[in-house]
């Protein structure tokens, strides 16, 4: 009897400890984080048949410069090449951790920066142009670093889900990129920006999305009058706002939106106050000064097999942060102490062209036109009241691009080959008692002439 009571217990609590390991086994493991890390080596080679303005170590290319005449000669007119590998990148991506229907994700990317700079030499400008940039080292950057939330099986069919993004990530305007391998992926004929935003995308259905955001500036930022700053936005105290709506069937995208941005392009300014017979004394008074501006913009994009096609057409007042060719002016001081501004306007638009898988072609054409100031005149503006994008000149009136590339994509490996023209029409400013001004415009409209530079890309890249 003792014996079978011994072995009904062992019996009953080998049960027990089968029951709790299939129990264990059934039980939905704790969701955890996947890490995926992915990046490339990147290196080009690059020649340029005029002197130009671009940036990180030249690769990014905006535009041909200006005749610059002296003793003769144009300045210029001087071709370079060069070839670096420092836009080189590592990222890490995180997904897979949830709760309910709630997942979590993040981003963190980074690449190098140019670092280099004029030679201190005192010959330098003498025996070479006057950006030429010939020493220094890469540095690291910050690219993007963003978390992310989705709520997913929204609506009472559960087919809609909204996502949150927090953090540094491209700017909603400019995350279309066309099919184009060089740096500058269209710029300036498109928006071109990375920022800290707050953005939320809510996806109804399976064709729609609508879109908002939040910006605020760091890298790429406003002109004013102390050159380009983010300052200009933290005394505002009023971020960027931009909000779109997308339709997308089938391999076709539909987007279209507009962005908002008022800043404060000055906090304290002068005014001469008397008092009495005494002289005129200049004392600083707090400015009202706030210039707001207004940006849309409309994207597509249709992809059938190996042709795809992508095209966006930008429209509306300066843009400049986003690098764009236009900015804003001076047009009036009050009594206050404060001044007026004006926008101006431009227009632009790329169209790219891909077909192909292993060897890939690509077409891109990219056109921007100077529009000036939109309503009443203002007589001639001196060019120092001009707060232009950095990377262009007020007296631009408009450029084109037409860009061919031919990449050879063999697994992980890309050989890539373009060829760049970049043509932009410069006009004379004007000479009002030597002071240079655009017209009442805000153009330079007078002895128009065209510049051009012949550019051309190889790429060779390995990703991982």
């Given at each position: 009897m003792k014996r079978t009571i011994i072995a009904l217990a062992i019996a009953l609590l080998a049960l027990g400890a089968f029951e709790m390991s299939a129990a264990d086994t059934e039980k939905k493991p704790e969701p955890?984080?996947?890490?995926?890390?992915y990046g490339?080596?990147?290196?080009?080679?690059?020649?340029?048949?005029?002197?130009?303005?671009?940036?990180?170590?030249?690769?990014?290319?905006?535009?041909?410069k200006d005749e610059n005449i002296k003793d003769g000669i144009d300045l210029n007119d001087q071709s370079s090449f060069r070839f670096?590998?420092?836009?080189?990148?590592?990222?890490?991506?995180?997904?897979?951790?949830?709760v309910g229907n709630v997942h979590f994700g993040a981003k963190i990317e980074g690449d190098f920066y140019s670092g280099l700079s004029n030679s201190s030499n005192g010959n330098a400008s003498v025996y070479f142009p006057s950006n030429a940039k010939i020493s220094g080292t890469a540095t690291a950057r910050l690219r993007q670093a963003y978390a992310t939330v989705t709520w997913k099986e929204l609506g009472e069919e559960g087919k809609n889900s909204l996502a949150l993004k927090v953090g540094q990530a491209w700017h909603p305007m400019a995350a279309d990129h066309?099919?184009?391998?060089s740096l500058e992926v269209g710029a300036p004929f498109g928006p071109f920006s990375r920022t800290p935003l707050v953005q939320a995308d809510y996806n109804i259905g399976s064709n729609w999305v609508a879109s908002a955001a939040a910006l605020w500036q760091m890298q790429y930022q406003s002109s004013g009058p102390i050159g380009a700053s983010a300052m200009y936005m933290k005394y505002g105290k009023v971020p960027?706002?931009?909000?779109?709506?997308?339709?997308?069937?089938?391999?076709?995208?539909?987007?279209?939106?507009?962005?908002?941005?008022?800043?404060?392009?000055r906090v304290f300014g002068q005014v001469e106050k008397t008092s009495g017979d005494a002289p005129a004394e200049t004392k600083i008074v707090r400015v009202s000064d706030r210039k707001t501006s207004v940006l849309g913009y409309i994207y597509t994009q249709y992809t059938k097999g190996d042709f795809a096609l992508k095209a966006k057409s930008t429209f509306g007042q300066s843009g400049e942060h986003l690098n764009l060719m236009s900015g804003y002016v001076k047009i009036g001081e009050n009594s206050d102490g404060s001044w007026d501004y004006a926008s101006l306007r431009s227009s632009s638009t790329w169209l790219s062209m891909s077909y192909g898988k292993k060897w890939q072609k690509v077409l891109f054409l990219g056109y921007t036109r100077n529009l000036g100031l939109a309503g009443e005149r203002y007589g001639y503006i001196p060019k120092s009241d001009v707060?232009?994008?950095?990377?262009?000149?007020?007296?631009?009136?408009?450029?084109?691009?037409?860009?061919?590339?031919?990449?050879?994509?063999?697994?992980k490996m890309n050989v890539g080959f373009?060829?760049?023209?970049?043509?932009?029409?410069?006009?004379?400013?004007?000479?009002?008692?030597?002071?240079l001004c655009l017209?009442?415009?805000?153009?330079?409209?007078?002895?128009?002439?065209?510049?051009?530079?012949?550019?051309?890309?190889?790429?060779?890249?390995?990703?991982?």
């Open positions: 955890k984080n996947n890490f995926k890390i490339f080596i990147r290196n080009y080679f690059i020649y340029d048949s005029r002197e130009s303005v671009s940036g990180t170590g030249d690769l990014f290319y905006y535009l041909p670096l590998s420092l836009t080189s990148r590592l990222g890490v991506d995180v997904s897979g951790y949830y066309p099919h184009i391998f960027e706002l931009y909000a779109a709506l997308a339709y997308k069937s089938k391999g076709f995208l539909f987007r279209a939106g507009v962005d908002v941005l008022s800043i404060k392009p707060y232009f994008c950095g990377n262009g000149f007020p007296n631009i009136n408009q450029m084109f691009r037409i860009n061919p590339q031919l990449i050879y994509n063999i697994g373009e060829y760049q023209w970049t043509t932009v029409q410069y006009g004379k400013y004007y000479d009002k008692d030597d002071v017209n009442e415009q805000g153009l330079a409209d007078k002895n128009l002439h065209w510049i051009g530079n012949h550019r051309i890309n190889v790429m060779v890249k390995y990703n991982f």
